[in-house]
């Protein structure tokens, strides 16, 4: 088998395990949004990458299937919640649960995921480490929440540095995709060497994995990303291409409309071809890829520390696919 | 000490450990809700009941202390949430989350109190039972998600019978007070007999406690009840109460009333004195006090399996003194 048509095997084992810890019982009001929110996953980045770990330290992937399942789970609560914050109406093209249901449903559909995602992981029983798991998966889900409260206040701040963007995105976002990898190193009873090169390997896949998506959301298209281009921009979004274009810029005008979209939380949707413009021509979209480049040969270096199988084989393509994404 | 000091001596002890565990970090748009609802915590049942169950079985109530802190977070999670989805401003005399900082704040609140929560159960080497423990506590969030459902839901239904009711608030209230009391007895290492004679006990006193609570919407005071009274007519909450008044009113008027209660989704302020003259005539609140008393000498009964001690002593003082609570 090739690598994508390995990475598709996994993805249907987890697809089949999701369908299976959903019931399809009473209450409908809540169980009908927790399956319509996992069904149309994208990716299963995370999952996978948890099965992928669990292999490249020489175990048997399906060891993780349960906790990779609990860590996609996780995510998808994630984005159930965050959309009610956000006002989100759309995601991957299909409406968002507080606005198919209402807002009620979707804070309770997100609070009874996360009960479901803890019963998927490990009992002392089925894993010597279930301990650490459970630790690390609690931390995952407090440090999801201070994210987002981070990229909350972003709105309201005017100056937002590079690095308090990358302190927010690692625990908003990058943070999940290393929590899976190193869960699925536990599973896979990693040594304490193979923990710290997949830490900084699922690191750096984690926040190269973000700014990419800062950049699609300029570059992409609407079919291909799932949301409308420019969506950041009108919902005044602190990405990485606006806070490197409000430090880079020097033309009047180039500064004025950073300043406007500071001023006014985001600008319309007429003026994203305007700022479109602007990163072309001062080479943000350029710098990002850049940035995105250096964090994927940063996980590449890491990946060295780890004994060769067919998984780390899998893994080395995986990031090589991901440095490719759609554009 | 007399069974007011012991309770309020567990009291302090719990209140104490709540300071503990809540971090005084950063983001404090998180952190500082969080220890806001946390701080004027009533009555603080559930915490104590583990404890005191611990005891109960003839170990130190203390080894409870942290899965008591985490039942008392997962309490007030739900309030957290369920204010905002039942639209409340006050609670416990004060306002809500939502309405002294917005939504998204008391949403992301609630979500990390659950992991501030999971943090508090034993690990596989702080207690033998650590695996079970963790799952009762799983199926203890899920089901409460469940019964917020139900009791939505019910806003929406003409016909909601005692049965429906019964199950509803066994979900949403009574089972968290069963599962402090278990979870309190597994840390004491009970048996499966003590084990079944403390869940029908705790089991009675939540079921009690919660048709309890619906009779003090009427019958308290504003400032014993940290409510204003008739708060659930006025939001139209199907409760005891007024289930029960549907099933047992004959004269036309009383009817209509209560019709319109249905109908309209609940009454204005000025008809909470008409609906208390009618629940009055009827006896309806007479038949609630029975209901109660009943559930309470449910439990009392199955105190009897359980070998005497100090603690066994303190839960029927408990029993006792909710029985009498504010009436």
């Known amino acids: 088998m090739n690598y994508k048509d390995k990475y598709s095997e996994l993805v249907r084992i987890v697809e089949n395990r999701i369908i299976e810890v959903i019931p399809n019982i009473k209450p409908f009001e809540l ?17 996978v990458l948890a099965m992928i770990c669990t292999g490249a330290v020489g175990q048997d992937p399906i060891l993780a299937l349960d906790s990779a399942v609990a860590l996609e789970i996780l995510h998808n609560f994630t984005l159930v919640h965050d959309d009610i914050m956000d006002n989100s109406s759309m995601r991957r093209g299909r409406a968002t649960i507080h606005e198919k249901w209402d807002s009620a449903t979707a804070i309770l559909t997100g609070d009874v995921m996360i009960g479901y995602a803890y019963n998927l992981l490990p009992n002392s029983k089925q894993s010597s480490r279930s301990d650490e ?33 990358i302190e927010m995105i690692d625990k908003k976002t990058a943070r999940l995709i290393e929590t899976s990898a190193i869960i699925g190193a536990h599973i896979g009873e990693a040594s304490s060497e193979e923990i710290e090169a997949i830490r900084n390997i699922s ?50 005008n180039d500064k004025l409309l950073i300043e406007k979209f500071i001023n006014q ?40 520390f780890l004994k060769k199988n067919d998984y780390t084989d899998m893994l080395l393509q995986l990031i090589q696919s991901l440095n490719k994404r759609l554009i």
């Open 31 to 47: 169980y009908e949004p927790f399956r319509y929110i996992m069904k149309e996953g994208g990716k299963r980045l995370r999952p």
């Open 133 to 165: 798991i459970l630790k690390i998966f609690t931390k995952e889900l407090i440090e999801v929440c201070e994210g987002q409260v981070l990229d909350m206040t972003f709105n309201e701040r005017k100056n937002v540095t590079i690095d308090d963007y």
């Open 203 to 252: 690191r750096n896949i984690g926040l190269a994995f973000q700014i990419q998506d800062d950049l699609l959301d300029m570059t992409s298209t609407e079919s291909n990303f799932g949301k409308p281009i420019g969506n950041d921009i009108i919902e005044g979004k602190k990405t990485f291409l606006v806070i490197n274009a409000q430090k880079k810029v020097d033309d009047k």
């Open 265 to 304: 939380n985001g600008l319309s949707k007429d003026e994203v071809p305007i700022i479109d413009e602007l990163f072309k021509r001062n080479n943000i979209y350029l710098d990002a890829q850049k940035e995105i480049d250096l964090y994927f040969e940063k996980a590449l270096i890491n990946l060295e």
